[in-house]
């Protein structure tokens, strides 16, 4: 059914560029609030409507179909009186005119602008990486010449031993590769898991038949007589023959259309508490913007950020200088691992601090299960789950809202329920009976 105008919609016209998922998720919180701009254009530069990237590694592994990915259709957009631009990129900004052109020569005026523009692969400065056979695995065109260069086999090198990398690499060898993952850090993950976990982790993926080089140091690619790549070699001498290598080290923010128009740019578009801009009318979001000097590149804080600039966008504007509610704050996030079969689930800081956090561990060898949680003064601050994660969600829960777990602490390690049912006790004694001792 065709979309009906609100009564209440202005009538600003508001530009969105980027159909990723921040972009996208933007223009669904709009859409489910009456205040919205009347006149919403979405421009992407891929050819294909908004898709769920975090689906790309099980589409490389080939447990997924290629349409499960898709968010909306372009017919959903037309339905919804959104006008979809897609296959084009932004070139230019004119702030003074609040116009913008297109590499095709479009032009299109805004009262607002959000720039979405997502993220680039990280490339370090190493002799070689842009050789034929080199990949990255950003988006959709990324994961199908992936998927079309294991389907000549051989030898594949991952460069990254974070969470990309090792999605890559498993992606890959479901596709019949010989996989080598390279990390530079001493442990897969360093960044959300500690040792004990990592170990367990690069145990299971040797077992499936990585090769996995931690402490790695890339020195250079080398070329064959066609010119393209056929092998990495490593700082210790080591030479991995590679017929593909996948670059998996990270992102950077994509800044270049921000710089362009002259807006504030470090690492990424400077944003203030409500997504805003050096330029009033110029808004940022998701992997591109910088928040007192945060970058990022997982959804949850992205997510928060969609509900705030969506806030901001429709206000009343016969108040425009009012504000929201409630403008954007750092909030912890979660860290979970999308490799079938393997389950991991981390928040918090990676090792404890000497002398200033509490270590509760539990392992069982024999089911692969391992957990280990960091405390303050009876807080969770931190936790590592390998294996079973159930419980992960309840103890993230109970580090966000600060919860003195004391009460608890002799069953924290035992998972959610029965640690939530000394909580329960604790709270239902009266206060004439002394609370139950912590084991």
Same mark, same amino acid.
């Given at each position: #059914?065709?979309?009906?105008?609100s ?6 016209h508001l %530009?969105?560029?980027? !159909?990723g998922?921040a972009?996208?998720?933007?223009? $669904? ?5 009456a205040?919205?701009?009347?006149h919403i ?5 891929e050819?294909?409507p908004?898709y ?10 080939? $447990? #997924?179909?290629?349409?499960a ?10 339905e919804q009186?959104?006008? /979809? ?6 070139e230019?900004? *004119?702030?003074t005119a609040r116009r913008?052109?297109t590499d ?6 805004y009262?607002?602008?959000v ?8 490339r370090?400065?190493v002799?070689?990486?842009d050789l034929?056979?080199v990949?990255?695995?950003r988006?959709? !065109? *990324?994961?199908? +010449?992936?998927?079309?260069a294991?389907?000549?086999g051989?030898? +594949?090198v991952v ?6 990398g090792?999605?890559?690499a498993?992606g890959?060898r479901k596709?019949?590769?010989q996989v080598s993952l390279?990390?530079r850090?001493?442990?897969l ?13 690069e145990?299971?993926?040797r077992h499936?038949?990585?090769?996995i080089h ?5 020195e250079r690619l080398?070329?064959? +007589? ?8 490593? +700082?210790?001498?080591t030479?991995?023959?590679a ?6 080290i990270?992102?950077?923010?994509n800044v270049?259309?921000g710089?362009?128009a002259?807006?504030? %740019?470090?690492r990424?578009i400077v944003v203030d508490v409500?997504?805003?801009t050096?330029?009033? @009318? ?10 007192e ?8 804080p992205?997510?928060?950020?969609v509900?705030v ?5 429709c206000?009343d504007?016969?108040?425009? *200088?009012? $504000?929201?509610a ?5 909030q912890?996030?979660a860290? &979970?691992?999308k490799?079938?079969?393997?389950? /991991?689930y981390?928040f918090g800081p990676t *090792?404890p601090e000497?002398?200033?956090h509490e ?5 069982d060898?024999q089911?692969g299960?391992?957990?280990r949680?960091?405390?303050? =003064?009876?807080?969770?601050?931190? @936790? %590592?789950?390998?294996g079973?994660?159930a ?7 109970q580090?966000?809202?600060g919860? =003195?777990l004391?009460?608890c602490?002799s ?11 000394l909580?329960?006790?604790?709270l239902n004694?009266?206060?004439?009976r002394?609370? &139950? $001792? @912590? @084991?």
């Amino acid at each position: #059914m065709p979309h009906q105008q609100s009564t209440t919609a202005t009538t600003e016209h508001l %530009v969105i560029v980027g !159909n990723g998922m921040a972009g996208h998720r933007l223009v $669904e919180a709009l859409l489910a609030r009456a205040e919205r701009p009347s006149h919403i254009t979405v421009i992407g530069a891929e050819a294909a409507p908004a898709y769920n990237r975090i689906l790309l590694s099980p589409l490389l592994a080939g $447990e #997924m179909e290629r349409e499960a990915l898709t968010l909306r259709n372009a017919e959903w957009y037309a339905e919804q009186g959104i006008e /979809l631009v897609l296959g084009e990129r932004v070139e230019t900004i *004119d702030r003074t005119a609040r116009r913008l052109t297109t590499d095709t020569g479009r032009e299109l005026g805004y009262d607002h602008l959000v720039l979405a523009t997502g993220s680039n692969p990280a490339r370090p400065p190493v002799p070689g990486l842009d050789l034929p056979g080199v990949h990255v695995f950003r988006d959709l !065109n *990324d994961a199908e +010449a992936l998927a079309s260069a294991a389907e000549q086999g051989g030898n +594949a090198v991952v460069i990254g031993g974070g969470l990309l990398g090792l999605e890559a690499a498993e992606g890959l060898r479901k596709r019949g590769m010989q996989v080598s993952l390279l990390q530079r850090a001493e442990r897969l993950m360093n960044r959300q898991l500690d040792l004990t976990a990592a170990r367990l982790l690069e145990n299971e993926l040797r077992h499936r038949g990585l090769d996995i080089h931690t402490g790695a140091q890339v020195e250079r690619l080398e070329a064959d +007589a066609r010119g393209h790549v056929c092998a990495v070699h490593l +700082a210790d001498g080591t030479r991995l023959a590679a017929d593909c290598v996948v670059l998996a080290i990270g992102i950077v923010p994509n800044v270049e259309l921000g710089r362009v128009a002259g807006l504030s %740019v470090n690492r990424g578009i400077v944003v203030d508490v409500w997504l805003t801009t050096s330029d009033p @009318a110029i808004h940022a979001l998701g992997e591109c913007c910088e928040f007192e000097d945060r970058t990022y590149g997982l959804v949850e804080p992205i997510w928060h950020q969609v509900d705030v600039l969506a806030d901001r966008l429709c206000l009343d504007h016969d108040h425009a *200088d009012a $504000e929201p509610a409630q403008g954007y704050v750092e909030q912890p996030t979660a860290t &979970k691992l999308k490799v079938s079969g393997i389950s /991991l689930y981390a928040f918090g800081p990676t *090792d404890p601090e000497p002398g200033g956090h509490e270590v509760l561990s539990y392992r069982d060898p024999q089911q692969g299960d391992y957990r280990r949680l960091l405390l303050r =003064d009876g807080r969770l601050e931190g @936790a %590592v789950l390998y294996g079973d994660t159930a419980s992960g969600p309840w103890y993230f829960e109970q580090a966000l809202a600060g919860r =003195d777990l004391t009460p608890c602490r002799s069953a924290l390690l035992l998972g959610a329920s029965d640690a939530q049912l000394l909580l329960d006790d604790a709270l239902n004694e009266s206060p004439q009976r002394p609370a &139950k $001792e @912590a @084991a």
